[in-house]
Structures are given as C-alpha cells and as structure tokens.
C-alpha cells in the first residue's frame, strides 16, 4: 500500500464499515442499487436518470446487513446538483435507534468525508450511543452526513487566490465558497430534511480548507447552521483575508451571530496555522468578553495539522455541546427540575428536546425514595418501549420494592429487546438473567 495514497485512512476504516467503500469511486459494490424517488418536496435535487426520459432517481447504496456490524452502515446518496453543474454523492448514518423510534434528530455535516466520515460517525456513537456507561451521554444522538468531495480547493476557499507561496499556481479553481453555500442551503439540507427525520438543528464540521470553510460560513452566513466546528482550520488564506475581515469587522463596531463556534488545533501546529489561528483570529473572539458569543478554541495535546481529526471532532462535539449535561444540582431536585432543563434546552435549540434515556437512567439511581424512581422508570420505558436498557433499569427497581411478578415480566422483555440487537451486549445479557435467577430462588 502507498502510505502517500489519499484514500488509505478511507480503506483502512473499511475493513471495519465495508459500506464506507461505496465512497470510494472505484468498481461497483454489491451493496449499491439503484432506488427509484420523484423529486423531493422542498428541495432544488431534481435526482438521476440512467435512462432518457424515464423519472428521476436517486442512486442509494443500502444498508449493509452484517451481524457482526454494530456501526450503523451508511446509505449513499447521489444527486445532480443543479447549483454545481455535477453530480454529487453524501453519505447518511442514522442513530442507532433511528428505526425503533418516531422522533427527529439534529445533523453533524461532515465536510471531506472520503476522509473524515468514518471519524465523526464513531465520535458520534461513543459519545452518544455508548453502552457499558451508566452516566449521562455527552453529546444527543446525532444524524451523520458526509458531502464527498469533488474539488474542495474550489468548493471550500471564499476568495480567487490561484498564488499561495512564491508564485506557484497552486489553487487555480479557488473562490467558489459562495457557491458551496448555496448548495448546501438549497440542496443538500432540503435532501436529507425531507429524506430523514431531521431537525434543521444543523452542526457544521470540516478540516483545514473545510475548517476555513466552516469559519468562512459561520462569519458570512451563519443563519445555515446552529453550530460550527472548524478543525485546524486554514485561516492563513489568502493573505489571512478571513482574519483581516473579523478584526476590521469588529474595528468598526460590528458584531458576529451568537451561534456555537468551535475551533481546534493541535498543539504541535505551528508557522501559519499558529499565527492564523492561535495568535489572531481566536483573541479576537475571545476578547470580545460577552455571553452572547459562545466561542472555544480546543487545544488537542500533542498532534499537528495531519492527525489532529480523529480527536477532534470527539472534543470539538463535547464543546459545541457544552450545554447538554443536566448538573447535578438539577438531577438532586428531581424530574420536575430536569424536565424543566430540557424544556429550556428546547427553547434554545428551535425544537423539541425529549429527555434522553441516558438522563432517565441516571436520574432513576440519583433519587432517594424508591416510589420516586419507580416513576422515572416507568416514564423512561414509556418514551423509549424498545430499550432494554429502559427495562433493565426498572426491572431492577422493582425487584427492589419486592414486585417480583412486575420485574419478572420486565425483566424477560429487557432480554428479548437486547437479543433482538444487532450486537447484543453480553453484560446486559449475564446480569438480566442472573436477575431472573435471583428472582425465581427467592
């Protein structure tokens, strides 16, 4: 393998999400087919056609149905765009419960995904799927979607600067930022809100020239997104004209929107990524001093500007979610009090927030009364019926207040819900039926 080649972090992720190599542009997989849908509503794709004169079509790779994949396999969309003059190919994975329930999800778009979609998807589930922990999860359960490139050094760079460094041409389709824009605002989020359960509650993600690009959006155009999170982002370009433009927009008196910005850099990034980033453009934010401009800069220890990714987008996420976690103070008042955390949480976001189950759980082991975690229990199998997770939690509280009938039956659903799992979780599995030992020998 040439360690030089692009598409090797891309093949090495698919020994482990075979469906990944749908992305890949190169000979036709088993799991792609051809699925026939009319435009969709609301959005400018006006879709594919193999065929003259037949209806549009979409090209989608199906979810791959491997029993041993507990990483939801993407689907694989490819569309003509008609802002682009080309076709275009994102790639889509659901929450692990997407199917088992009616709710709606936000969105983390992912820029550079022939690169970087393999990184943000396990990001995503550790952080919001996770299984062995018993506390809250950091992030919400997210949808994932990934825009695979076509030419990024034109897509991503908001200015025509071909001349980089000693008059090489260097990036001679560069400056079509603008344009990326509105491919995203006019077609890709109608897509995948018209296709997919999804929130317009939408997270911006890219690396390098997609961080500038990210930056560039958040700056120009920041009503698209709801938060923003340029990774090592490129802000050196052209002149650093991103960063000449903040400071004389804030000379002037201007502001920037109050959303969510989250820049990370490794720390062993240096020449113009330090100056750029680090020593210019983030003071600028930072001294701002005022709550309505909610902006981070990460540092990730010991990485430079080529690796920093994988790490990234997991402590970029957290921050960009900083406001997620119910504080403990809130969860010792009970499930009034968190209720009324996510009611604002909901208000804040611009759509409904439910309780998640992790906080459910948590809240039921927090809570000194056994009536009053009983409720919690209760409630959490109520909003989420297809969770053994859910059962578990209230089967144990009713083996405690003595309802054996009760934790008997709940018990046994618990363990029929988690075989039914693409990867059953074999813990769950042992201390479920050592339960229903304990309760048939007493």
């Known amino acids: 393998m040439n360690p030089s080649n692009p598409m090797r972090p891309l093949l090495f992720a698919c020994h482990l999400f075979p469906a990944l190599l749908c992305a890949a542009g190169s000979a036709p997989l088993a799991c792609q087919q051809i699925v026939r849908y009319p ?15 037949e209806s549009p079509q979409l090209l989608v790779g199906s979810q791959a149905e491997l029993e041993q994949e507990w990483l939801t396999a993407p689907e694989k969309l490819t569309f003509r765009s008609e802002i682009l003059g080309e076709d275009r190919t994102i790639l889509v994975r659901l929450p692990e419960e997407y199917d088992r329930t009616t709710r709606k999800y936000p969105v983390l778009y992912v820029l550079d995904a022939e690169y970087f979609f393999q990184q943000a998807v396990s990001a995503v589930q550790f952080g919001s799927e996770l299984g062995y922990d018993k506390g809250q999860h950091p992030i919400p359960e997210l949808i994932v979607v990934g825009i695979v490139n076509v030419d990024r050094d034109r897509d991503y760079t908001p200015t025509y600067a071909p001349e980089q460094s000693n008059g ?9 930022a603008g344009v990326f824009q ?5 077609e890709v989020f109608p897509l995948v809100e ?5 929130h317009a509650d939408r997270t911006l993600s890219g690396w390098s020239l997609g961080g500038l690009f990210t ?12 938060r923003y999170l340029a990774i090592s982002p490129s802000l050196w370009w052209d002149d650093s004209v991103t960063v000449r433009d903040t400071r004389e927009l804030l000379r002037r008196g201007g502001t920037v929107a109050p959303k969510r910005l989250v820049v990370t850099l490794g720390t062993l990034e240096g020449g113009d990524m330090d100056g750029s980033v680090r020593k210019n453009f983030a003071p600028l934010l930072t001294n701002q001093g005022t709550s309505d401009l909610p902006f981070t800069l990460v540092e990730i220890p010991d990485e430079g500007h080529d690796y920093v990714p994988y790490k990234a987008f997991y402590e970029g996420l957290l921050a960009a979610y900083d406001d997620w976690i119910v504080p403990q103070e809130v969860l010792r008042r009970g499930l009034i009090a968190v209720e009324a955390f996510f009611e604002r949480l909901t208000n804040r976001y611009g759509h409904p927030v439910d309780v998640p189950l992790s906080v459910y759980r948590l809240l039921s082991t927090t809570l000194p009364d056994i009536e009053s975690a009983l409720e919690v229990a209760h409630l959490a199998v109520s909003e989420y019926p297809h969770s053994s997770v859910a059962r578990i939690a209230l089967g144990r509280l009713q083996q405690m207040a003595r309802d054996k009938a009760g934790a008997r039956e709940t018990l046994n659903k618990a363990l029929e819900l988690e075989l039914e799992r693409p990867v059953p979780q074999s813990e769950n599995i042992r201390g479920i039926r050592a339960r229903l030992r304990a309760l048939e020998s007493g």
Do not use: K
Request: proline residues 4%; aromatic residues 8%.
């Open 39 to 53: 435009d969709l509503p609301g959005s400018r794709v006006s879709g594919l056609s193999t065929v003259q004169n």
């Open 168 to 176: 090489r041409l260097s990036f001679p389709t560069s400056g079509r």
């Open 182 to 186: 509105r491919f995203l605002e006019e």
């Open 194 to 198: 018209s296709r997919y359960r999804a």
């Open 215 to 226: 930056v560039h959006t958040y700056l120009n155009n920041a009503s698209l997104c709801s």
